[in-house]
């Protein structure tokens, strides 16, 4: 079975340029969540989705990200303008929605803004 | 945004060594999990643990779900090559609530 998949692995971009993230989670997983994680730190939640609707984006900075998830399965990441401070790996995950937590990861979209 | 407190922060060892580490949260968590990371990949769900005072075991992993529900432990024994990495804790909540809370990270390094 397929993992989940995230592209572009890496992009490097200059600061107030746009760069938007693509995510195709676990075929039948209800539940996508974007994170972000910074050097050195553990993944912090941006948003999560329960099918179409995001569900939990109260640490989404929406002055400069957006997020949509078309039909309940793909989604895409956006921000607009980068800034230097959005340096980060940025990690899509995807779980059936039930309670426990278990989450299966891709491998990130590395972002290094200049 | 809140991250647990994981320690140590890294560990140097030699193969075959028994490593312990250990996270803990000014919050209670009723589910911890603990993951593991590889250079360039996503984390990778290692153990669950769902009830407090609760010890689980995977092959030579062993992890445990303090009874405060504060705090969590994490045991690797008789270390391999391929137990490098870095390891995260993570906590939720509420059942039904899928949010995880990670922590810092544990950087392990096994010394030739």
């Known amino acids: 079975e397929a993992g989940v998949v995230q592209s572009p692995r890496y992009k490097i971009i200059e600061k107030k340029q746009p760069v938007a993230f693509w995510c195709n989670p676990i075929?039948?997983?209800?539940?996508l969540y974007w994170y972000r994680q910074n050097l050195g730190q553990g993944p912090e939640l941006l948003i999560r989705?329960?099918?179409?609707?995001?569900?939990?984006d109260s640490q989404l900075p929406k002055d400069r990200f957006s997020a949509e998830r078309l039909k309940g399965v793909d989604s895409t990441l956006k921000i607009q303008p980068a800034e230097l401070g959005d340096s980060a790996v940025y990690l899509c995950?995807?779980?059936?929605?039930?309670?426990?937590?278990?989450?299966?990861f891709g491998e990130g979209s590395r972002l290094t803004v200049l | 945004g809140q991250q647990l407190n994981q320690s140590p922060q890294s560990m140097f060892i030699q193969e075959g060594e028994d490593v312990s580490m250990n996270c803990t949260s000014s919050?209670?968590?009723?589910?911890w999990l603990w993951y593991k990371q590889d250079p360039g990949e996503g984390p990778v769900l290692l153990i669950a643990?769902?009830?407090?005072?609760e010890l689980t075991s995977n092959g030579r992993l062993t992890a445990q779900f303090g009874i405060t529900r504060k705090d969590s432990f994490l045991n690797i024994s008789a270390s391999i090559p391929s137990d490098v990495g870095i390891y995260f804790c993570?906590?939720?909540?509420?059942?039904?609530?899928?949010?995880?809370?990670f922590g810092t990270g544990t950087r392990l390094t096994i010394i030739p």
């Open positions: 993570a906590g939720q909540l509420d059942f039904g609530n899928e949010k995880l809370t």
């Open positions: 919050s209670i968590f009723n589910t």
């Open positions: 989705y329960e099918n179409e609707e995001a569900v939990d």
């Open positions: 075929s039948g997983h209800n539940t």
């Open positions: 643990l769902y009830k407090a005072g």
């Open positions: 995950a995807s779980s059936q929605g039930l309670a426990g937590g278990e989450l299966f």
